[in-house]
């Protein structure tokens, strides 16, 4: 930091070293003294208004009263950042070994990799649509068929949220989202109240979507709901493209998941029910 010196303060300390030292000429034993110019401490910086100040009046004393004081405490430490809500859950079994991990404060980061492709993409939208950090590995026995690592990774994610949400505090626990994906029109409405149930109607025209069974996706959403304590409604207003139902049916249930996870600021941490509690029992 460059300490600027105001004129007027300048030409004072000029003048009085001129005088001293041809007085000093004069009579060499006089002591040559000058003025001292109340310098700061480098480390410290000037406010606007003591600059003005020293402008206005050079002879007046500096005032440091608006500087920072080093009393010889410790600076202040800053809080490390909040991790966010973290779910991590592994299940084994004999059919399958599943990992999960779920970031409700993420910011859409999805990882998933179950030897299901078409599942892999839906968890996809999960994250995208729901801005959870969604990591899934699984292995299972899928040369018998999809069913089991598809449960599987459907119990481990709702058991993964579930850890995640913890006491519930200061959430908004509702949910509720209709998205349109072309044709297709999907309404879901959630509410995280330690209860389980499904309310699912989706009426999916064919057999199959590539190679996945398009009867997985209720099973998937009843395993879901069945370890987080998820009341979930999935309704279908319209669709033709199998696809498209499905796609829309879960980037409409992430965008409900969103909603209720998020914080109410009105709520002040408060537990959203009037009992004073939620919980999955």
């Given at each position: 930091m460059e300490l600027s010196i105001p004129p007027r303060l300048l030409s004072i300390y000029s003048t009085s070293t001129a005088a001293a030292t041809a007085l000093l000429k004069t009579n060499p034993r006089i002591p040559l003294r000058f003025p001292s110019i109340p310098f700061l401490p480098l480390q410290h910086s000037?406010?606007?208004?003591?600059?003005?100040?020293?402008?206005?009046?050079?002879?007046?004393?500096?005032?440091?009263?608006?500087?920072?004081?080093?009393?010889?405490?410790?600076?202040?430490?800053?809080?490390?950042?909040?991790?966010?809500?973290?779910?991590?859950v592994e299940r084994v079994t004999k059919e399958t070994?599943?990992?999960?991990?779920?970031?409700?404060?993420?910011?859409?980061?999805?990882?998933s990799s179950t030897s299901i492709p078409f599942l892999d993409?839906?968890?996809?939208?999960?994250?995208?649509?729901?801005?959870?950090?969604?990591?899934?590995?699984?292995t299972g026995d899928i040369h018998i068929?999809?069913?089991?690592t598809n449960e599987d990774v459907a119990l481990a994610l709702g058991t993964a949220l579930l850890q995640a949400l913890g006491d519930r505090k200061g959430i908004n626990r509702f949910g509720?989202?209709?998205?349109?994906?072309?044709?297709?029109?999907?309404?879901?409405s959630l509410d995280l109240s330690?209860?389980?149930?499904?309310s699912y109607d989706l009426n999916i025209p064919t057999a199959r979507v590539g190679t996945y069974d398009t009867q997985l996706v209720e099973h998937f959403f009843q395993s879901l709901v069945?370890?987080?304590?998820?009341?979930?409604?999935?309704?279908?207003?319209?669709?033709?493209?199998?696809h498209h139902i499905i796609e829309a049916t879960f980037k409409a249930f992430a965008r409900a998941l969103r909603q209720a996870t998020e914080y109410d600021p009105r709520r002040l941490g408060t537990i959203p029910s009037s009992k004073g509690v939620l919980s999955r029992s």
């Open positions: 000037l406010s606007p208004f003591t600059l003005k100040q020293m402008n206005n009046n050079s002879h007046s004393p500096l005032c440091c009263s608006s500087l920072p004081q080093n009393n010889g405490s410790p600076p202040p430490t800053l809080p490390s950042a909040n991790p966010g809500r973290i779910g991590e070994n599943v990992w999960v991990k779920i970031n409700l404060d993420g910011t859409g980061v999805a990882n993409h839906m968890l996809d939208q999960l994250a995208s649509h729901g801005l959870f950090d969604v990591h899934v590995k699984a068929d999809d069913h089991h509720d989202f209709s998205a349109p994906l072309d044709e297709a029109l999907i309404h879901v330690g209860r389980p149930h499904l069945n370890t987080s304590g998820m009341t979930l409604h999935i309704r279908q207003l319209a669709g033709k493209n199998s």
